[in-house]
């Protein structure tokens, strides 16, 4: 029977078997992490001890579920209330085309003024070269519940129910305005026992 001998030397003159790589004989250096490692031997069973190798850094693999944050507070702009705002212009009633371009379409008259012309600018648009650019006001005020047509100097002038107003007049139920050769039937939203309040409510 053979028996096989170790003739391999570490640094610090220990005999170790040479399928080691690290004395099992010396001591292991404190400041790496250690795993406990026995290595096979090919001849008689010499003393075992557990030996430390460097802990490799072991990159993440790339399945593996990502790493949530914390969630981050954020912070949300609101809008601020101005006090000074000028107040939403509700719709108080209609201008309704009788004839031409204008036929069958409807036109909201808001609180306020509504400027009647031919410019593009204008709350109502009116689409006739006998118009001025800024030919009427079509105004309504909410303390007094009237509805007012006032003429702005007009070339040709403004007509209701076919008579030239001398420069306004207050405005009833189904009222035709006449500015140049087209015609607007007027239709209140409006009127003593219904209207907005300061909130917005109808009442």
């Known amino acids: ?3 096989n001998v170790a003739d ?5 003159g220990h005999f170790i078997d040479e399928s080691w790589d690290l004395c099992p004989y010396c001591p292991a250096e404190s400041a790496e992490a250690e795993i406990p490692i026995v290595r096979p031997s090919r001849g008689p069973e010499t003393p075992r001890r557990p030996t430390a190798i460097p802990l490799p850094a072991v990159a993440p693999r790339r399945d ?6 914390p969630p981050m507070e954020r912070t949300i702009a609101s809008q601020k209330i101005d006090a000074n705002a000028t107040p939403k212009r509700y719709v108080v009633g209609w201008l309704v085309g ?3 371009t204008a036929r069958g379409e409807s036109y909201p008259v808001r609180i306020g003024r509504n400027i009647l012309g031919r410019d ?8 006739d070269d006998q118009a001025s650019s800024h030919h009427a006001d079509l105004v309504f005020r909410p303390e007094e519940r009237r509805f007012i047509l006032m003429d702005h ?3 040709n002038g403004t007509y209701v129910n076919e008579s030239e107003i001398e420069p306004r007049r207050d405005l009833a139920t189904t009222d035709v305005i006449r500015i140049g050769s087209h015609r607007f039937l007027f239709m209140p939203l409006c009127k003593e026992d219904f209207f907005w309040d300061e909130e917005g409510a109808l009442k």
């Open 1 to 3: 029977m053979r028996v």
């Open 8 to 12: 391999k030397r570490c640094e610090n």
């Open 64 to 69: 593996s579920p990502a790493v949530q944050s």
């Open 98 to 100: 009788l004839n031409g």
């Open 120 to 127: 593009r600018r204008s709350d109502i648009v009116v689409n």
């Open 153 to 155: 100097n007009s070339t």
